[in-house]
Each structure stands twice: as C-alpha cells, then as structure tokens.
C-alpha cells in the first residue's frame, strides 16, 4: 500500500512538472523602459534571475541609461544569463562617464555594462559609453570566462572594451567602436566577422597586456613566440568618413609579451603603413602579425613598410595553430565551443493568421518563439499559436529562440483573410489573385483608409502590385448585401 501511495505520488508530481514546463515562459523577465514589461531597467531584471540557473531575459527597443553589472569584482555570479535584444540598432544601455572626469576612479566605477560570471551570452544590444574624448571610458568589461556576443554594438571613445587575463571571450558579427586603445587588456578573444570602426581624434585599436598563454617557437613554422591574446578573423577595420588616412595603429603593446593578430582582414585606407607603435620598448617581447591583409576591395596590402619587429604569419601556422578551438584549449580545459552557440535556430517553416489567431509550424530543438507584430515584439511563449485581442490589425512575424535565446530569421504571415462563419462570401488568396466565392463589387482600403483597389462585379481581382500588410476589403452583391472583411497580405 505504501508503494501504490509513493507511486501515486510520483505521477502526480510528475504530471505537475509536465504542466509546469508546458506553460513555461519562454523568458524570465521582459525588460521595457516603456513599462510594458515586467521590469523597466536591465539591472533589476538581471537581479530577479536565481543563482546557479539558465535565464533567458528578453530586452524591448529602448534607450537604458543605467550601468549594468552581473556579479562584482569580490563576488562573482553564477548566473547564467543570456540578454536577447529586439534589435541592436534599437536596444541602446548607455553611461556617459569617464576616469578623468570623475576624479580618477577605477575603471569598475565607471564602466557601463560589467559582466562578473561565466557563459553569458548577448545579442542585437548596443552597450556605449558616451564621455567621449575626456581620457578613459570604458562601455564593456567582460571578467568572467565563455562569453559570447554576436550582433551587438560596443561602443566608445577611449578604452572601450576591456577584458580580464585568463578568461575566453567571443564576438560574432559585432560592431566595436573607439579611438585609442578600444580593445584592450588581458582575455584571448576572437572577433569573427565584426566591424572595428575607428573614429576620429585617435589612432590605436589595439593595447594588448602580457599574454597569458604563449605559443613556444619550436611549435611554429614562422619561428616566432606567438603571445596569445586578440584575434581578429575576416574582420573589416573600418574607419568614419572624418577619419584622415595613414592616421590608424593596429596595435600597440600596453606591457611586454603581448599579442594581437588579424587574419584575413580588409583594412581601411587610415591604416598606416607602418602598421604597429613600440610602446616603451615593450614590443621587443610581444607577438602583431597579420595574414592575408587585404584592402577594402580584396586587393593584397603592401606590408613592406610594417615596422620591423611585426611579422606576416604563414598559412601553415594558421592552419594548425591558430584555430578557435586549438587556442581556447590552451586557456583552459573546460570546453568552450561558442560557434553552435551563435548559429541561428530554424525560423518556422510558415506562419498564418485566422482572425485573430496567428499560428506557426513547430520547430525541433529549440526553447520557444517570439510573436512580432509590425516589426515589433508583440509576445514570446512555447506554444505554436498566439491570439491577439487588441481589436488592432497588423502584420504578423514569428521567430524561433534558441535554448540560449539565440534568435532565428523571422517568418512573415501567409497571406491570409478573415472569413466568418455567418457570412455566405468566402474570400482566399492564391498566386497574387484575390479570389470570390460569388460575383460582387469591391473596394480595398489600406489600414489608414486609403482606397488601393476599385473594381465592378467580378471574382477575382490581382493583387500582385500591393504591397505586404493588414487592408480592409469592402464587398456589395447584386442583392445589395454589404460586408467588410480583414485581409492581410503577407511577403511576396
């Protein structure tokens, strides 16, 4: 009896688990500076996450001005965040401060966004610091190892990002932006296919500080220490139009056995021949090699005027040594593999829209969907439909999410109409004709009003020339019966 009691137990806690998950929101906080989220700042958002567990927190296009810090520099976190943007031109957490201009304080002080803890993950976010050139001013300072960004915005003037000795770090697809010395510090990074944008009234990329690991030179067909640290893949190192040419270092050493690499790069016109600055004589000991530089175009750059003590590395060496993996391993033995990590889910393979009902086809393997409603969030969940009873009509997208919150293409709406069931006119869409049930007159109004189509008694009606949205279509029979209907109009 005891058994059947514990057995009956189980079950019923485990069917409660079942209906828990299943009704699972997909994001544990929805941050909107508008208050239409459950939290209005990024800070008190990333305070409500537990310890110890994943949190997907989901950002509204807004502008944050606040400083963030995930952990402290006594106490780091073990929270496993993962900020999901609405876009990245869109959500903006920005400060505007600097050392100089606060007295000296440390760069902790004031630092926009500080991020203290281990496998956080960012996406479509801008993160700047505004001080501009009032001396150092960091936006992003990553001191927790396995931190991934793809598609995001750092941006700055003088040391904009910074990164602590000993921990990995990644950047897809981002843009990071300064003037002296906006990547800087300790981590081993890579920055695949970014944007490194110089601004004007500067002249460094780079400062690297002591490698914390080194590649011996017996290893390396080169012959050379290869001093690990940043490493810049199929990157653009692009510079504003106000930016003069021959005005740029790649890089320069901050203290002695540093490292920085850029591997087949297009490099802008403000990049001077010289290619790197000594610093203190710390170059002597630090590793700036290149491969493969190209100009803007593609075209070979003309390294003969590098300064002396830099070096052009050999494909061979790149191959075997200089691969993300090979690199993170001599960092560290736990595993860090963020390409998965920044591989967009499956977008649903359709969308439709029934009244006010969207739905979507499921996609495998992946924590659940964002709704977008005129190009704007509207809901996240883990189901596959969603209703909207705002009386609003629009245009509907669905996104997949990644277990990360790592976001998909967006899928656009079928075509769809809004028939309803006391109305004998039935009314579809197929191959950019609009299609009736019975012969009457219409006329189709845009949202706003505005009369698109005017036809007499017909069938059929092309709507090949209009564009993708929400229109009201108004119908009359020969019996003078009158109806209004919904359509939306999805992508072409």
């Known amino acids: 009896m005891k058994i059947l009691l514990f057995m009956k137990q189980s079950l019923i806690l485990l069917l409660l688990f079942i209906c828990l998950t299943a009704n699972a929101q997909l994001f544990r906080c929805i941050v909107a500076a508008d208050g239409s989220g459950t939290y209005t700042t990024v800070q008190s958002a990333i305070d409500a996450c537990p310890e110890g567990q994943q949190s997907l927190v989901f950002i509204k296009n ?28 869109g959500v903006i957490i920005t400060h505007s401060q600097s050392r100089a201009s606060s007295g000296s304080p440390t760069f902790e002080d004031i630092c926009t966004v500080k991020l203290y803890a281990n ?22 300072y990553t001191a927790g190892d396995r931190q991934t960004f793809k598609n ?13 000795k000993g921990t990995r770090g990644y950047f897809k697809n981002c843009w990071i932006e300064g003037a002296v010395d906006f990547i800087y510090a300790g981590g081993v990074e890579f920055f695949d296919d970014c944007t490194i944008n110089c601004v ?43 930016v003069p040419d021959n005005s740029y270092y790649l890089g320069r050493p901050w203290v002695s056995m540093a490292g920085t ?25 630090s590793s700036f090699a290149e491969y493969n530089s190209t100009d803007m175009n593609g075209n070979p750059i003309d390294t003969a005027s590098r300064v002396s003590w830099s070096f052009q590395l050999p494909k061979a060496d790149v191959d075997s040594l200089l691969s993300l993996q090979r690199i993170y391993n001599r960092v560290s033995t736990t595993l860090y593999n963020p390409l998965p990590l920044c591989k967009a889910p499956k977008a649903p393979a359709s969308v439709s829209v029934n009244e006010n009902v969207i739905s979507w086809s499921a996609v495998d393997s992946v924590a659940g969907y964002i709704v977008m409603k005129d190009g704007h969030y509207f809901n996240s969940l883990n189901e596959t439909t969603c ?106």
């Open 119 to 140: 496998d956080f993950y960012a996406e479509n976010i801008t993160i700047q610091n505004t001080a501009g050139n009032t001396g150092m001013a960091e936006a992003l």
């Open 387 to 492: 209703t909207d009873n705002s009386g609003i009509t629009g245009t509907y997208s669905v996104k997949s999410a990644g277990l990360s919150g790592q976001l998909s293409a967006e899928t656009s709406a079928s075509t769809s109409v809004q028939n309803t069931s006391e109305s004998k006119l039935r009314v579809s869409i197929s191959n950019n004709i609009l299609q009736l049930s019975e012969p009457v007159s219409l006329i189709l109004y845009s949202a706003n009003g505005k009369k698109i189509i005017s036809s007499g008694i017909c069938t059929s009606v092309s709507i090949k020339n209009i564009s993708s949205g929400a229109y009201i279509l108004q119908t009359q029979d020969a019996e003078n019966h009158m109806e209004t209907k919904k359509i939306i109009i999805g992508n072409k």
């Open 62 to 89: 807004g502008i944050y001005n606040e400083q963030v810090s995930l952990g402290s520099k006594t106490t780091a976190s073990t929270k496993k965040i993962s900020l999901i943007g609405e876009s990245a031109m």
């Open 152 to 164: 995001c915005r750092i941006l700055g003037y003088q040391d904009t990002y910074r990164s602590k």
């Open 261 to 285: 690499f850029y591997l087949n790069c297009k490099l802008g016109k403000h990049i001077k021949p010289a290619g790197w600055k000594e610093w203190s004589g710390n170059e002597t000991s």
């Open 200 to 242: 004007t009234g500067g002249g460094y990329i780079t400062a690297p500080e002591d490698a914390y690991v080194t590649i011996p030179k017996a290893s390396t067909v080169c012959q050379k220490f290869l001093r690990v640290g940043f490493f810049f893949r199929n990157c653009e190192i692009t510079a504003n139009s106000d």
